[in-house]
Protein backbone atom coordinates (compact mmCIF):
# COMPACT_ATOMS: atom_id res chain seq x y z
CA UNK A 1 0.00 0.00 0.00
CA UNK A 2 2.71 2.46 0.83
CA UNK A 3 4.74 1.77 -2.55
CA UNK A 4 1.43 2.41 -4.28
CA UNK A 5 1.07 6.03 -2.21
CA UNK A 6 4.45 6.81 -2.90
CA UNK A 7 4.56 6.08 -6.65
CA UNK A 8 0.85 7.68 -7.31
CA UNK A 9 2.43 10.88 -5.52
CA UNK A 10 5.65 10.46 -7.35
CA UNK A 11 3.39 11.22 -10.69
CA UNK A 12 1.36 13.68 -9.32
CA UNK A 13 4.58 15.71 -8.24
CA UNK A 14 5.65 15.34 -11.71
CA UNK A 15 2.38 16.54 -13.42
CA UNK A 16 2.16 19.47 -11.35
CA UNK A 17 5.44 20.32 -12.18
CA UNK A 18 5.33 20.01 -15.83
CA UNK A 19 1.79 21.73 -15.88
CA UNK A 20 3.43 24.27 -13.75
CA UNK A 21 6.59 24.56 -16.11
CA UNK A 22 3.64 24.93 -18.82
CA UNK A 23 1.89 27.65 -17.34
CA UNK A 24 4.64 29.86 -16.82
CA UNK A 25 5.77 29.26 -20.26
CA UNK A 26 2.46 30.01 -21.79
CA UNK A 27 1.89 32.95 -19.71
CA UNK A 28 4.76 34.66 -20.41
CA UNK A 29 4.11 37.08 -23.52
CA UNK A 30 7.79 38.43 -23.63
CA UNK A 31 9.53 37.95 -26.86
CA UNK A 32 9.46 38.68 -30.58
CA UNK A 33 6.58 37.95 -32.30
CA UNK A 34 5.56 38.00 -36.07
CA UNK A 35 2.10 38.90 -37.13
CA UNK A 36 -0.52 36.83 -38.41
CA UNK A 37 0.50 38.58 -42.21
CA UNK A 38 4.04 37.62 -41.40
CA UNK A 39 4.61 41.53 -42.43
CA UNK A 40 6.50 42.65 -39.13
CA UNK A 41 7.64 41.63 -36.20
CA UNK A 42 6.55 43.56 -32.80
CA UNK A 43 8.82 42.68 -29.54
CA UNK A 44 6.61 42.47 -26.31
CA UNK A 45 8.04 43.85 -23.00
CA UNK A 46 6.90 44.07 -19.34
CA UNK A 47 6.30 47.36 -18.45
CA UNK A 48 5.68 48.65 -14.92
CA UNK A 49 2.07 46.09 -14.38
CA UNK A 50 1.75 45.72 -18.00
CA UNK A 51 3.19 44.76 -21.22
CA UNK A 52 4.83 47.01 -24.24
CA UNK A 53 4.99 46.14 -27.44
CA UNK A 54 7.18 47.81 -30.72
CA UNK A 55 7.91 46.96 -33.92
CA UNK A 56 11.28 45.47 -34.31
CA UNK A 57 11.03 44.47 -38.04
CA UNK A 58 9.22 45.10 -41.61
CA UNK A 59 9.14 42.70 -44.48
CA UNK A 60 9.05 45.87 -46.28
CA UNK A 61 10.74 47.94 -44.34
CA UNK A 62 11.45 50.98 -47.17
CA UNK A 63 8.52 52.57 -48.57
CA UNK A 64 8.61 51.38 -52.29
CA UNK A 65 7.24 55.28 -53.16
CA UNK A 66 9.45 57.03 -51.68
CA UNK A 67 12.70 54.49 -51.23
CA UNK A 68 13.18 55.70 -47.50
CA UNK A 69 12.71 53.76 -44.33
CA UNK A 70 8.76 53.24 -43.48
CA UNK A 71 6.79 55.65 -41.49
CA UNK A 72 3.81 56.26 -40.08
CA UNK A 73 2.51 57.86 -42.60
CA UNK A 74 -1.73 57.26 -41.67
CA UNK A 75 -1.01 58.58 -37.93
CA UNK A 76 -4.07 61.10 -37.73
CA UNK A 77 -1.27 63.27 -35.71
CA UNK A 78 0.31 65.32 -38.67
CA UNK A 79 3.05 65.89 -36.31
CA UNK A 80 3.83 61.50 -35.82
CA UNK A 81 3.42 60.95 -39.79
CA UNK A 82 6.86 60.96 -40.26
CA UNK A 83 7.54 58.44 -37.11
CA UNK A 84 9.67 55.09 -38.16
CA UNK A 85 8.05 52.13 -38.48
CA UNK A 86 10.77 50.68 -36.57
CA UNK A 87 10.71 51.41 -33.18
CA UNK A 88 6.87 52.35 -33.65
CA UNK A 89 4.73 51.70 -30.22
CA UNK A 90 2.05 49.33 -30.71
CA UNK A 91 0.12 48.79 -27.13
CA UNK A 92 -0.69 51.59 -24.77
CA UNK A 93 -2.17 51.08 -21.04
CA UNK A 94 -1.60 47.29 -21.62
CA UNK A 95 -2.77 45.62 -17.94
CA UNK A 96 -3.32 42.54 -16.94
CA UNK A 97 -7.10 41.45 -16.96
CA UNK A 98 -7.03 37.35 -16.28
CA UNK A 99 -4.65 34.65 -16.47
CA UNK A 100 -2.62 35.10 -19.39
CA UNK A 101 -4.43 38.02 -20.71
CA UNK A 102 -4.06 41.84 -20.80
CA UNK A 103 -6.42 44.21 -22.06
CA UNK A 104 -5.88 48.25 -22.77
CA UNK A 105 -5.19 50.18 -26.65
CA UNK A 106 -3.70 48.66 -29.64
CA UNK A 107 -2.56 51.18 -32.65
CA UNK A 108 -3.05 49.91 -35.95
CA UNK A 109 -0.53 51.63 -38.24
CA UNK A 110 -2.50 50.14 -41.45
CA UNK A 111 -5.11 52.35 -40.61
CA UNK A 112 -3.88 55.01 -37.98
CA UNK A 113 -6.57 53.98 -35.48
CA UNK A 114 -6.37 53.45 -31.84
CA UNK A 115 -8.87 50.59 -31.13
CA UNK A 116 -9.66 49.10 -27.67
CA UNK A 117 -7.49 45.16 -27.64
CA UNK A 118 -7.40 42.46 -25.69
CA UNK A 119 -4.16 40.09 -25.76
CA UNK A 120 -3.93 36.57 -24.94
CA UNK A 121 -1.58 34.05 -24.36
CA UNK A 122 -3.69 30.76 -26.52
CA UNK A 123 -0.49 28.76 -25.83
CA UNK A 124 3.12 28.91 -25.49
CA UNK A 125 4.10 30.57 -28.88
CA UNK A 126 0.40 31.68 -29.84
CA UNK A 127 -0.57 35.36 -29.21
CA UNK A 128 -4.20 36.26 -29.86
CA UNK A 129 -4.73 39.89 -30.31
CA UNK A 130 -7.40 41.32 -30.58
CA UNK A 131 -8.82 44.70 -31.66
CA UNK A 132 -12.55 46.20 -31.31
CA UNK A 133 -14.34 49.54 -32.61
CA UNK A 134 -18.01 49.91 -30.75
CA UNK A 135 -19.26 46.41 -30.98
CA UNK A 136 -17.22 44.92 -33.59
CA UNK A 137 -14.12 42.96 -32.57
CA UNK A 138 -11.61 41.38 -34.92
CA UNK A 139 -8.20 39.81 -34.68
CA UNK A 140 -5.78 37.72 -35.30
CA UNK A 141 -2.81 35.18 -34.14
CA UNK A 142 0.90 36.03 -33.47
CA UNK A 143 3.38 33.56 -33.35
CA UNK A 144 6.18 33.84 -31.25
CA UNK A 145 9.70 33.63 -33.44
CA UNK A 146 13.28 34.64 -32.84
CA UNK A 147 14.29 38.14 -33.71
Do not use: H
Not at 28 to 42: C, I, N, S
Not at 115 to 137: E, H
Amino acid sequence: MKLRFGLIAIILVAMNASWSAFAQESGDPTGVWLTQAGDAKVQVSRCGSGICGVVVWLRQPTDPNTGKPAVDDKNPNPALRRRPMIGLPLFSEMRPSGVSRWAGRIYNADDGGTYDSDIAMTGPNNLRVNGCVGGLCGGENWTRTKR
